[in-house]
């Protein structure tokens, strides 16, 4: 017999069948039949190709630091589809779920009998729906909201936030977005609202032109986070230690919580837009920013973890070209000999630009197929790894789980990159082998 719970669930992902579909039409009326939930809380909104969930992670841990109930939605899942909603720094109940997906199921059931939705949601558009409802039911003071993809027809975009941030700008889903990189900032300049502040670490000028077109129109505030933030960084042991000063004070020295060189630009896009909530009625005092920069967490990101004594992973969900130069930038630096990677990605992905990147990061490749029928083949994969880079070793595997133990081998500290689904499946074997990984709080990663 099939249990509510899992019905209640398989009503979300059925709709995964109905694909991507960019547009607010949809959102605006779920919103307007669950009673615009989001008009109990106020709203920040973080877009970008890469960084946003990083940027949005560390606001969010810096609101409830300044003693704020704080909601975060992000995406998108490594293990299990709660992990999408935060309140107060965990994920939500399996139980609050099932129920507030109980709740949007007999909703759409209501619209489309009616006729006034014409077709079902998206998934995306159903779980945004569930995180603006359960973040009301929870009484959050405050929701930090990532974006899908883009911003302009994102359903995220459907809230009217108090803030906004524009992490990053670069080539990516250039198939729903545009070809170029003005078209691109063009989408994601879409969450910047009439009179509103809008934080950005954008500095490649096509893209940053646009933003400062849009926000001029719009008559927004937008802050150039890497024109006005001063920032000395090193790398120690593997950490990221930091120096801010801003026009309003300075910050540090302190270890940001995430890792990699990178999470300077994103942590000074953080600041910024959490200095600016002051005049938003969300005033966070310093200790609590800082708190934000170095207390942050985020799964699966560039994230170093401890099997046992001897043996590591950096896990990354890095799945385009930038994303994929940060982690081997990170990985080049604290292993110079490079590691062994267990690889994957998905079929629209540039799977050529991110071998590329891959710089000296890696020497051998290890390519296991993947639950999601988008995922290249392995012996698709190892075409691609061969034209693009006859320099490395590569092999396939027949399982994530064989990938991992042909990587390690050959080193006790291994690389897994590529794809957000391939970090989840590794994370599930791990955690099914009793080997759940560890974070590495201090230094570097054992080996």
Not at 80 to 101: D, Q, S, Y
Not at 306 to 318: F, K, P
Not at 433 to 444: I, K, S, V
């Amino acid at each position: 017999m099939t249990s509510p719970v899992r019905e209640s669930i398989d009503f979300l992902f059925d709709l995964e069948q109905f694909g991507v579909k960019l547009g607010l039409d949809n959102i605006r009326l779920l919103r307007t039949a669950l009673g615009q939930p989001d008009r109990s809380f106020k709203s920040i909104i973080v877009a970008g190709t890469n960084g946003k969930g990083s940027v949005a992670a560390m606001i969010e841990t810096a609101l409830r630091a300044a003693g704020y109930t704080a909601g975060c939605y992000s995406s998108p899942h490594l293990m299990a589809l709660e992990e999408r909603f935060a309140v107060g720094g965990r994920p939500i109940a399996r139980e609050t779920l099932t129920a507030e997906a109980d709740r949007l199921r007999a909703t759409v059931e209501r619209l489309l009998d009616d006729g006034r939705l014409p077709a079902p949601p998206t998934f995306f558009e159903a779980t945004t729906a569930v995180a603006l409802s359960l973040f009301a039911r929870a009484g959050v003071e405050a929701a930090v909201l990532e974006v899908g993809m883009g911003g302009r027809f994102d359903a995220t975009n459907v809230v009217t936030p108090v803030a906004a941030a524009i992490s990053s700008i670069d080539l990516d889903h250039q198939q729903y977005l545009g070809a170029t990189l003005a078209d691109i900032a063009y989408e994601k300049a879409g969450v910047i609202k009439p009179g509103a502040v809008v934080v950005t670490g954008e500095t490649k000028p096509p893209a940053l032109d646009v933003l400062r077109r849009v926000a001029r129109e719009r008559g927004a505030q937008l802050i150039e986070a890497s024109r006005d933030v001063e920032i000395r960084a090193a790398l120690r042991g593997g950490w990221t230690e930091v120096e801010m000063t801003t026009p309003v004070r300075r910050y540090g020295p302190l270890r940001l919580g995430l890792r990699g060189r990178h999470q300077v630009g994103n942590a000074a896009v953080a600041v910024r837009l959490l200095e600016g909530l002051h005049d938003c009625g969300l005033p966070v005092p310093p200790e609590a920013i800082l708190e934000g920069l170095g207390g942050v967490r985020w799964a699966g990101r560039l994230d170093v973890a401890a099997v046992d004594a001897r043996r590591s992973i950096v896990l990354d969900a890095a799945h385009n070209p930038a994303a994929v130069a940060a982690f081997a930038t990170y990985v080049e630096e604290v292993w110079p000999g490079g590691v062994p990677l267990v690889f994957a990605a998905l079929r629209d992905k540039d799977v050529k630009g991110m071998l590329s990147a891959l710089g000296n990061a890696v020497k051998t490749i290890f390519c296991p197929p993947l639950a999601s029928p988008r995922a290249l083949p392995p012996d698709t994969l190892l075409a691609e790894i061969r034209s693009a880079r006859p320099d490395l070793r590569a092999a396939a595997a027949a399982s994530p789980a064989a990938a991992l133990d042909a990587a390690w081998r050959l080193g006790d500290v291994i690389g897994a990159a590529g794809s957000t689904y391939l970090v989840g499946e590794i994370m599930s074997e791990l955690a099914a082998r009793g080997e759940t990984p560890r974070r590495t709080e201090t230094g570097q990663a054992p080996g």
